[in-house]
């Protein structure tokens, strides 16, 4: 075992004695796959701020803020205050609310793409319910992604993520690689007739933030529409990268977006929103699809929302950013001074580190994964928070002095992980 493991489990015996408890429980002690990591994950107590806290009294300086449904850190008083007044009133009611209502209007108003909106619980399901409405307008029943794209928990989705073969094969599932209009093009023309919609993030989050230009987007969009499927931007991620989501950035126009994470402010949320036609067939009064659930655009959520998403302003995107930027340099110094391999992909308040010399081209599997878990366990035992794959997540409410002591923590973080490897 190396001395960077060793000293994390010396420094959670809480957390290890969690883990036989909840396996008993839980397949794995876990319910979530993204978060599990060996040799074991944290048990969270508590957090604010920038900072958490685990159950054996460890606090870390957190920069995975929930995989990014925290663009505001945690416990933001805005949204605690305003969670707080709904929740005086009531809990889940069986019609409409008003923060629904501001929500959806806020929604948009910002997205251009977005006439209609409908909300869900997590940005699996607004994927899903994307799906059902394509399917719908159609008619087909097939759905062409990119390799390695991820557009949350379900098969069709997990096909394309893990490669659509052996036990993850999906027969409506079709994958092309990301970036290649080329590829896109020939599968439309190919399956055509039988795709109901293409599906793409519009920066691919789970597997590396790797990027594509607008061209590539408008010519998947073009012979999307030339087939007669239906495209959809996935931006449960990417939201946050202006004040009306990526597809501002790229210029694009998609025919349904999807939704999720800072929508709701930090509590579990989706939605779906795109061209009124497509939207409205979830219109009970003319619309085909019984689409419900009982705690869609719940009161909570949706007042947390409005306020997560209306301090998403223009120059919180913009300090983030130059933020991310800095921590990016700093980053890259640090590892140079002690001789590790480095390199980063940063969208905006976004980053994902590599500790290899050139950058990888989206995989699941990394050649540097022995380098990657053990700056990951090491981040830890220097009070850093971040996600295992070397996502890097930004929030608003982190200062200059937050980033500073960042920066100065990886500096160490570096230092353990040369010296591990050096040994
Ligand atoms: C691009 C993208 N789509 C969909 C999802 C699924 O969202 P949720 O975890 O809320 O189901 C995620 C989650 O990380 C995501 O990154």
Redesign the pocket.
């Known amino acids: 075992m190396s001395v960077i493991e060793a000293a994390y489990i010396a420094r959670t015996p809480k957390s290890a004695a969690m883990g036989p408890r909840a396996q008993k429980v839980m397949p794995a002690g876990d319910t979530r796959a993204?978060g599990f990591h060996t040799p074991y994950p944290l048990t969270i107590a508590s957090a604010t701020g920038v900072t958490l806290t685990d159950i054996d009294g460890n606090e870390y300086l957190d920069l995975s803020n929930n995989?990014?449904?925290l663009l505001h850190g945690h416990a933001y008083q805005p949204i605690v205050d305003a969670v707080s007044r709904v929740i005086g009133t009531g809990t889940a009611w069986p019609a409409r609310n008003n923060t629904q209502v501001e929500l959806a209007e806020l929604i948009c108003e910002r997205v251009p793409s977005i006439d209609l909106v409908r909300f869900c619980?997590?940005?699996?399901?607004?994927?899903m319910l994307a799906l059902h409405v394509a399917r719908t307008h159609t008619g087909r029943h097939k759905v062409l992604m990119a390799r390695f794209?991820?557009?949350?928990?379900h098969e069709a989705?997990e096909a394309g993520y893990f490669g659509n073969t052996g036990d993850k094969a999906w027969p409506h599932t079709i994958i092309a690689p990301w970036g290649d209009a080329d590829a896109f093009e020939t599968e439309l023309e190919k399956h055509g007739d039988e795709i109901a919609a293409v599906f793409l993030?519009a920066a691919?989050?789970?597997s590396g933030l790797v990027q594509a230009s607008p061209e590539f987007f408008q010519r998947v969009i073009d012979a999307t529409h030339r087939a007669g499927a239906v495209f959809v931007l996935?931006?449960?991620?990417?939201l946050r990268l202006s004040t009306g989501g990526h597809q501002v950035n790229l210029g694009i126009n998609p025919d349904l977006t999807?939704l999720?994470?800072i929508i709701g402010g930090g509590y579990?949320?989706?939605a779906v929103g795109g061209r009124a036609d497509l939207m409205s067939l979830l219109d009970p009064t003319r619309g085909r699809i019984f689409h419900s659930g009982t705690f869609n655009g719940n009161p909570v959520t949706t007042a947390a929302g409005v306020v997560s998403f209306n301090h998403l302003t223009s120059d919180a995107v913009t300090r983030m950013g130059a933020q991310a930027e800095r921590l990016e340099r700093s980053l890259a110094e640090s590892a140079a001074g002690v001789g590790l391999p480095f390199s980063c992909r940063r969208v905006g308040s976004l980053l994902n580190v590599y500790f290899s010399d050139v950058l990888p081209a989206a995989s699941l599997a990394r050649e540097d994964a022995e380098t990657m878990r053990l700056v990951h366990l090491a981040g830890m035992n220097r009070g850093l928070y971040f996600a295992s794959r070397g996502l890097l997540v930004l929030s608003t409410v982190m200062s200059d002095e937050n980033l500073a002591e960042m920066c100065s923590r990886f500096d160490a973080v570096f230092a353990d992980v040369a010296a591990e490897i050096s040994s």
């Open positions: 993204a995989f990014t449904s619980n997590s940005g699996s399901e607004a994927n794209g991820y557009h949350g928990s989705f993030e691919m989050g789970a996935d931006e449960v991620i990417t999807t999720g994470k579990p949320v989706g």
